[in-house]
């Protein structure tokens, strides 16, 4: 039987993590211990390690997906095993979207032709950057790394994050650069 990877709650807040980067691909061999992906949280980001030893059989959510905590994001075959067909998942797991409606979200459909079709790109909302005092600007720590070593200021990142925080994945969106007032 595989071993199911979990994401773990990786703090007595975290509801969700964000998939940053699998370290091992399908196939690779694993040990009790060893890291198999890094996941963010509103706080951090954190390194996963397998429960147990075998081959990683399956990846089931893709990097730069977040996800619930508790989701199976991928499979661990025991030694000298294979996933069988019915082990498999029926149906791609659809993206977190913590910005929709909980109906939207629960009825969605995740068939594979539905996900291979290209996303529409969502109209900008008002923008409005939560800061605390003297300028300070809610983001994660790995945000503010890539922020620090591209140049960027989090204050003109839209950020979606808990709160308004800005999220590693905010700085990859084309839209994520807040449109500076030229009056």
Sequence with gaps: MSLEIQL??????????????????EGDAVKRGEILFN???????????????????????KEMITVPVGTVVGLIAQTGEFVAAEEKPKEEPVPFDPHAPAEEVASAPATPAASAAPVPEQPMRAYSQPKLQDGFVLASPLARQIAESQGLDLAKVRGTGPKGAVLARDLASPTALANPSTQ
């Design 39 to 61: 996941v963010e949280n509103d706080k951090a980001t954190i390194d996963v390690a397998a429960q147990g030893d075998g081959t990683l059989s399956k990846i089931l959510v």
């Design 8 to 25: 773990p709650q990786l703090g007595l807040t975290m509801t969700e993590g964000l998939i940053m980067e699998w370290r091992k691909k």
